[in-house]
């Protein structure tokens, strides 16, 4: 696989985001994501929610009237290239007088007001779950008054907003189904930052992924911190679904339900999902990625530690010996299905056989693609709270590159498996390296590159796989697959 810390420097690099011009919008939105993949989509609701006020997004930082900074604070280092970041717009800013400046998401609602203190700059704090309210708050900025809402909500998904698609390759897009997360892990800040865990009507799903599809969109990625966890019974918290009415439990929509619909009612549709949480992911769902050919197959499934100390310290609800059995049932029922982990090593109390014992889980699954972090303490988590980060920075260090580059050879192997195979790629973009090269992704999420040809983006190719590294696969596309 490609370097981790290029993953990692990809995943938390904050991009300039544009959409086509409108003319009757006057001002100019300057919009960068940071973090996960629920970032960059609640950037897309918010360029949604201020394009009704007036704002275009624009790629050009020094000529916006309002830059927007939606933020991460997963790893201490999110937060310091974010605040990095800031300093940028300073010196901006001290150019172009009216410039406003907002943060919004997970830094946003741990800092809260602290964050105009510490940070002159910023002029309005808006957190994930208040940006319905973007309006409001930039209306007292302008009357020179500083805005801060980083309320969360019960019942907010957004489900009514059509996301602006921001960066987008016209091929593959992301749709939100739940928010935030009930699970607790010790290590995590974001069932702080992100709040309780609901879900979003179906309906309102499907009708997104229909306009999806009307633009020609050909993949869908349905987001959740916990996608497994999803349960529509009519609105509200998911802690709240005892108290539903028996009506509303009983006609209750699950995730392997929801999957079932996507797939059926739009068959030409590839559909992904992230990310699965072992402790509630259901035999079910994978029963329903085996039914549809259009359910890619592949599965995120972070484990954190292959230690069962280390998973009780985390408070993740499952032994290594229930991961593994997972496991087994997810390649008993689909054979072909590719796994990838997060991994954290150096966790409060880690030894050198917690350590071992992760290896060992790795070697088990042999995962198809990883991302691996040294534990970051943060701050307000039970694990800052109640145990002491006592492994130290060096040990870390190495253990991280231990598990990198086990994870390198596993992913070499998964590669190999692919040669020799003649397998569908989607085309989603030029090749990086080479200008005359595709790439795509196979329903394992496998990357590959191969002669332009005739071809387009977003058509569905058939491939035969002669050559590859441990990140990508080299081919020869034969012609057309039966999906276009
Ligand atoms: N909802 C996902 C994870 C969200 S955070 C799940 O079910 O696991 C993405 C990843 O960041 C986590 O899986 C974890 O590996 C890593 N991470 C989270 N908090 C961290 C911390 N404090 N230090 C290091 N890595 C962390
Ligand atoms: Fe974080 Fe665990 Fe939820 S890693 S997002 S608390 S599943």
Known sequence: MESVEKIIEEKIQGKALVTANKKENTKKLFIES???????NDSEIVAAILDKEGYNTTQILEEADLVLVNTCSIREKAETTIRRRLQKYNAVK?????????????????????????????????????????????????????????????DETYGDVAPVRLNSNGVSAFVSITRGCDNMCTFCVVPFTRGRERSRDPKSILEEIQSMVDQNFKEITLLGQNVDSYLWFGGGLKKD??????????TATDFAQLLDMCATEFPKTRFRFSTSNPQDMSLDVIHTMAKHKNICKYLHLPVQSGSNAMLKAMNRQHTREEYKE????????????????????????????DHQDTLELMEYVKYDFGFMFAYSERPGTLAAKKLEDDIPFDVKKRRLQTVIDLQQKHALYRTQQHLGKTEEFLIEGTSKKDPNKWKGRNTQNTVAVFDKGAYKLGDFVLVKVEDCTSATLKGIALGYSDNN
């Open 241 to 250: 679904f005892k108290k539903a009415t028996e009506m509303a439990q009983a």
């Open 34 to 40: 940071y973090g996960c993949q629920m970032n960059m």
């Open 94 to 154: 001290k150019v172009n007088k009216k410039m406003k400046v907002g943060v919004l998401g997970c830094m946003a609602e741990r800092l809260k007001e602290k964050f105009l203190e510490e940070e002159k700059i910023v002029d309005l704090v808006v957190g994930p779950d208040a940006y319905r309210d973007l309006p409001n708050l930039l209306q007292e900025v302008s009357e020179g008054r500083d805005a801060v809402n980083v309320i969360l909500s019960k």
């Open 326 to 353: 997972l496991v087994d049932n997810i390649f008993r029922i689909v054979p072909e299905m590719s796994l990838s982990q997060d991994m954290i090593v150096g966790f409060c109390g880690e030894t050198e056989q």
